[in-house]
């Protein structure tokens, strides 16, 4: 089928959904649901996170929405996107069948990414989430944000949610619910990435592992384009190739994946280059599945 933009007759939104041109019945497949960061649409979510052209080497299918919240800024808000966030699962699930769904992952940029910890306090995506990329959208485990973080987009910022268990840029709440978790930021979006993760001491993981350096001599497709020419580095700059280190936390009970990669020298909104985007890909589709198939 290819590209098409899908209709959720539930709530009359549409959202991009893509999947292999050559599909055939009844083949597994690898879920997306791919949400974009606050300020964003699902065509900018769509480029940041190109997971689309990689939809028939690995076999994917990629749900891509917009929020519905456009007030001060577009934004995802539970009273008026959770339905339709579990319709879209739902229409999936249905068209390709739940038991072909081979894996359901949720990525999410940004504020997009802290939807995606919100959600999997769920009961409908805590059994269904095989695994969650968080793409500059809070490591489970605090981080420090530079100070220069949001100057370039302070004015139009909403408050953020109070209290010490609240997800916020840089900190996401810990899950009650099993699944593969891979953290990726740009170097200059933080501090400091901790040596340790308390995702991976739930499943007595051993020390992470650095992995071989991933250079992209391609850039990547897109960047905040409003903020050209007053952004920093922190929140980032225009497209440019790159390189990414990997840490691996081996050896987690039930074979989960815990990952965190640091795509050096980028900030918060430089999308992801070429060779980054397929190796997020490869982790996911190798790492467990199978929720899907156990729901009744």
């Known amino acids: 089928m290819g590209s098409i933009s899908a209709l959720d007759e539930k709530t009359g939104r549409k959202f991009y959904l893509d999947d292999p041109d050559d599909l055939k019945r009844g083949e597994p497949l690898v879920f997306i649901l791919s949400l974009h960061g606050g300020g964003s649409v699902g065509a900018w979510q769509r480029a940041y996170f190109p997971a689309y052209q990689y939809k028939e080497k690995f076999r994917l299918v990629i749900a891509t929405p917009s929020s519905k919240t456009t007030q001060p800024m577009r934004r995802w808000v539970a009273e008026t996107d959770d339905d339709h966030l579990r319709s879209i699962v739902s229409y999936v699930f249905d068209k390709y069948g739940k038991e072909n769904i081979a894996a359901f992952w949720l990525a999410g940029h940004s504020q997009g990414g802290m939807t995606s910890n919100r959600l ?98 391609e850039p990547d497709q897109i960047y905040d384009t409003l903020r050209d020419g007053r952004s920093n580095r922190s929140w980032g700059l225009k497209p440019r190739p790159g390189t990414a280190q990997i840490y691996i936390y081996l050896n987690a009970r039930g074979g989960w994946l815990i990952a965190d990669v640091v795509r050096l020298h980028k900030g918060h909104t430089e999308g992801l280059e070429p060779k980054i985007t397929e190796e997020l890909i490869r982790m996911m589709i190798a790492a467990p599945g199978g929720k899907a198939k156990a729901l009744r």
Not at 152 to 167: F, I, K, N, Y
Not at 187 to 194: D, G, S
């Open 120 to 217: 999997l306090g769920d009961k409908f995506f805590a059994e269904r989430v095989d695994g969650w990329l968080s793409l500059s959208g809070g490591r489970i485990g605090p981080i420090e944000l530079p100070e220069t973080f949001f100057s370039p987009v302070r004015a139009s910022l909403t408050p953020m949610p109070q209290g010490s268990d609240a997800p916020r840029p840089g900190r996401a709440t810990m899950p009650d619910c099993d699944f593969s978790f891979i953290f990726a930021s740009g170097e200059h979006e933080v501090v400091a990435l901790p040596e340790t993760s308390p995702w991976a001491d739930k499943y007595g993981a051993g020390p992470r592992v650095r992995m071989p350096d991933l250079v992209d001599t």
